[in-house]
């Protein structure tokens, strides 16, 4: 994903098109982890 973002954005020459896939894979990242540590909690 972020080669593809790398692309968008150099390649393609669309810096708004690839910062905001950037930020939508923050946020996928944020809540995974976040779902995830609480999880682990729960395990102990």
């Not at 972020?2 to 923050?26: K, T």
């Not at 995974?32 to 909690?41: I, N, Q």
Request: charge should be positive.
């Amino acid at each position: 994903m972020s080669l593809y973002i790398y692309q968008v954005a150099y390649r393609f020459a669309d810096p708004g098109y690839a910062a905001a896939m950037s930020l939508f894979v923050l946020f996928v990242t944020i809540i995974l982890s976040t779902w995830f540590m609480k999880r682990m909690r729960l395990a102990e």
